[in-house]
């Protein structure tokens, strides 16, 4: 082999992309002296080691998956220019994952909105699109969303899911009540994904839509 293809192949990138000649040695005051802290590589080299462990995700920390493809059976070529819905018998693979407000490691028994995702791995690159299984949501003002979530999460003190911190800050917003109503209803623990009714809500100023040459049409998924 080149010697040179053969240090080029050694060679590391820092996290900004410059090259790492020697990965083997830090920067030191003379043969023994202390490590430098202008040594850039040894610093983020030690930071990345310290932070390997990938905290929870604050929401859909635990979930399934089930992979598969999105087939277009009617013409809306008249609403959308996007590639996978260009014509009839178009198939996308796409893949959807269900989950939203318990920690990870919790039981899918538990009563819970059914959040999804949906990713469909299109020619134009992927496009994403998310909701819940019920067609309603708690809050509002989308200021109130941080507040909601921590009262659903587990005590950080306790690790447990205590349901009177959610019921204290839910009975002072009475647009949650019809959320409530279908979250303990069935809705709330679905018989199975294949039996669960999903859709990608509109909540107020925060629509979807679709555009095709400047016109735009308001939508809703199911």
Known sequence: ?????????????????????????????????????????????????????????????????????????????????????????????????????????????????????????????????????IPVVFIRDGIKFPDLIHSLKPNPKTNIQEMWRAMDLLSHIPESYHMITFLFDDWGIPYNFRHMKVSVFTLFRYELSLINEGKETYVKFH
């Open 1 to 133: 082999m080149n010697p040179l293809k053969q240090v080029q192949l050694l060679l590391q990138d820092t996290n900004y992309g410059a090259p790492v000649w020697n990965d083997n040695s830090s920067l030191t005051v003379g043969p023994h002296g202390p490590a430098l802290l202008e040594d850039y590589h040894f610093v983020e080299k030690l930071a990345q080691f310290d932070r390997e462990r990938i905290p929870e995700r604050v929401l859909h920390a635990r979930g399934f998956s089930a992979k598969g493809y999105f087939e277009t059976t009617h013409d809306i070529s008249h609403l959308k220019t996007a590639n996978f819905l260009r014509a009839l018998g178009v198939q996308t693979p796409l893949i959807v994952r269900s989950t939203v407000i318990h920690e990870r490691g919790s039981p899918e028994t538990l009563c819970n909105p059914r959040g999804f995702a949906v990713k469909f791995y299109t020619w134009e690159g992927n496009f994403d699109m998310v909701g819940n299984n």
